[in-house]
């Protein structure tokens, strides 16, 4: 599976080189692979036995383990696998892609795969989600680095052995990463780097400060930092700009909801995607507008730069 999703990206594969651990995880391949997609496909998940753990191994491997309430990492351990082969966990002796090489195009799945080779539970499909930038942080706090979430040179070096062709990644931004288009406008992704560097401060009533904001005092301080005045409460703000239908939102548009009154109440800075950045109640935070909550919630959106 690693194989195929690798030529379809046209990634130049090395050498498989051998590997041994105390699970088996993404990456690895063999024979002892394939007898596991073989009882995963004799308990009736939808898995070939190809001898690839790649993604439809991974899934299928949840599915298992959410089934029979072990932790669904998608990673055999020693309990999965005695739950699955009845017998106890052997060594593992199969091999694994060594790190492919890194183009402009396959950044983060070579993140997702060194990740997953170091036995963290991530998807191995090039979106940059939330499941990735979780891996990371602990990558990062296992290794003695920034725990940021953001693939800077140090966390990229350490993860892989080489160097990125371009800027950091992170969740959203100009990157184009976790299915948000490509920014174009150098507003809209200072705006967005901005706001990504306060994900995780609390949410404090009438905050204004990195030290805790609540909603306006978020979008207010961000667009300060990117140069770009607004009024401080959320109905204020929703009084400057011009309006934007939600089929043409764009990066870094404000998006208004009606949360607990008639009328605005609530702000957030839209990221793409259907998702928006924001400070509630469980700080700040991306969300989706799509949610039954927000979607139902949804009032309209400005655009200011």
């Known amino acids: 599976m690693v194989k195929k999703i690798a030529a379809l990206l046209g990634l130049c594969l090395l050498t498989s080189v051998p590997f041994v ?119 990062q706090a296992d290794h003695g680095l ?18 990125l062709l371009n800027g950091p990644i992170r969740r959203f931004g100009n990157g184009g990463y976790n299915g948000v288009a490509r920014v174009d406008s150098p507003a809209a992704s200072a705006i967005l780097s901005i706001a990504n560097r306060y994900i995780g401060v609390p949410y404090v009533f009438g905050g204004s400060t990195p030290s805790g ?14 140069g770009i ?21 764009r990066p870094g548009d404000l998006v208004f909801f009606s949360t607990y009154d008639s009328g605005i109440s609530h702000v957030g800075i839209y990221v793409g995607n259907h998702q928006f950045i924001n400070a509630s109640s469980d700080g700040v935070s991306i969300a989706d507008m799509d949610s039954s909550y927000w979607s139902a919630r949804y009032i309209g959106a400005k655009r200011v730069m």
Do not use: W
């Open 21 to 139: 651990g105390a699970t088996f995880h993404p990456g690895d391949k063999g024979s002892q692979i394939a007898a596991i997609q073989q009882a995963l496909a004799n308990h009736g998940y939808d898995v070939s036995a190809d001898g690839a753990y790649g993604a439809a191994t991974q899934e299928a491997v949840r599915q298992f383990q959410a089934d029979y309430g072990l932790e669904s990492d998608g990673i055999v351990g020693a309990a999965t696998y005695e739950a699955l082969m009845g017998d106890t966990m052997p060594e593992n002796t199969s091999t694994t892609d060594s790190q492919p090489a890194v183009t402009a195009d396959n950044e983060i799945r070579v993140v997702q795969q060194a990740l997953a080779n170091d036995g963290y539970n991530v998807d191995i499909d090039g979106v940059f989600g939330v499941g990735t930038e979780q891996a990371i942080r602990q990558f």
């Open 146 to 163: 920034e725990t940021d979430g953001i693939v800077g040179q140090a966390t990229f070096a350490a993860l892989t052995g080489q160097s």
């Open 213 to 226: 904001f609540d909603c306006s005092g978020f979008t207010r301080y961000v667009y300060s930092e990117a």
């Open 229 to 249: 005045d607004l009024p401080r409460d959320a109905e204020s703000q929703y009084g400057v700009g011009y309006s934007v239908s939600m089929a043409n939102l």
